[in-house]
């Protein structure tokens, strides 16, 4: 399948990351679905972004957290574009909290987004993916520096890379395959909001290059993996952070 007649669904591709991801994909010449849960003015833009630059792109609403959502968002790009070939599991949260401070519903919202959306939208990739299609989860490189406040992230994000090996041996025979980017600090809302500039520049100075990551250091790593390139490559994390850990 050349990667002109592919379809991706990138989620929580109204911003940041998952913005980045859905324009280059698009200028590769996939067809994507720009996925938000809130945002639909900065969605419509990525759209109209893509659509200006010659590429083919909607925008859908679904909060990953939700499974019925999650169904309607396959159904609907299934019903636009008749097929899914590329899923980007970007969607997620990080909220920073010591443990006294950590409520049950906090608890439950991060694993609900981070996690169950994940595996939700994996679940339906099993249902819908074409054969030779590709699957791409989201961890942190976070997971593996014991940093404090990260606890309830860092834990969702275990998660995903272990769901992520895990299911590599059930989408194989479909000959899919599954990995986990694991980013550093990306100059994003996500990682940005709340922090002191003092605070920014301290995670400057923890990898090998003194910069925060942009956006556009993981969706490069990203097209690597749907360019056909990288299919003995599966049920991995691959850490893309510019040496921090
Ligand atoms: N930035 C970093 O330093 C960093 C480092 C390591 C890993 N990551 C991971 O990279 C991914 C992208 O992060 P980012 O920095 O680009 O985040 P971001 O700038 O905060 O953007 C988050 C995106 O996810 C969407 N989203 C949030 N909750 C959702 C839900 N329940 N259902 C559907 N979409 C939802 C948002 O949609 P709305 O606009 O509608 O709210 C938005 O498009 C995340 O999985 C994050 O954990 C980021």
Redo the contacts with the bound molecule.
């Keep these: 399948m050349s990667i002109n007649e592919q379809v991706a669904i990138v989620?929580?591709?109204?911003?940041?990351?998952?913005?980045q991801i859905a324009v280059q994909l698009a200028q590769s010449g996939v067809k994507v679905v720009v996925?938000?849960?809130?945002?639909a003015t900065?969605?419509d833009e990525v759209v109209k972004t893509i659509e200006q630059s010659g590429g083919e792109a909607i925008a859908i609403r679904?909060?990953?957290?939700k499974v019925s959502e999650v169904e309607a968002l396959f159904s609907e790009t299934l019903e636009r574009f008749g097929r899914v070939d590329i899923l980007i599991n970007?969607?997620?949260?990080?909220e920073g909290r010591a443990i006294a401070d950590v409520t049950e519903e906090d608890f439950d919202r991060n694993f609900a987004?981070?996690v169950k959306?994940t595996y939700f939208a994996c679940q339906q990739a099993m249902q819908h993916m074409a054969e030779g299609g590709t699957i791409i989860n989201?961890?942190?490189?976070?997971a593996g520096a014991m940093l404090p406040t990260y606890s309830i992230y860092a834990a969702t994000?275990g998660a995903v890379e272990q769901l992520t090996r895990q299911l590599a041996k059930e989408f194989g025979p479909r000959n899919i395959v599954i990995n986990c980017i694991?980013?550093?600090?990306?100059a994003?809302?996500?990682?940005l909001n709340g922090k002191s500039e003092e605070l920014v520049d301290s995670y400057r100075r923890m990898n090998a290059f003194g910069r925060l990551?942009e956006?556009e250091d993981i969706a490069n790593v990203i097209e690597l993996l749907v360019s056909g390139k990288a299919r003995w490559i599966t049920g991995q994390t691959i850490r893309v952070n510019g040496g921090f850990n």
């Design positions: 989620t929580g591709a109204s911003r940041g990351i998952g913005q996925n938000y849960s809130s945002n900065k969605a679904a909060d990953v957290s970007n969607a997620g949260i990080m987004v981070n959306g989201f961890s942190t490189s976070v994000k694991a980013p550093g600090q990306v994003t809302d996500l990682f990551g956006p």
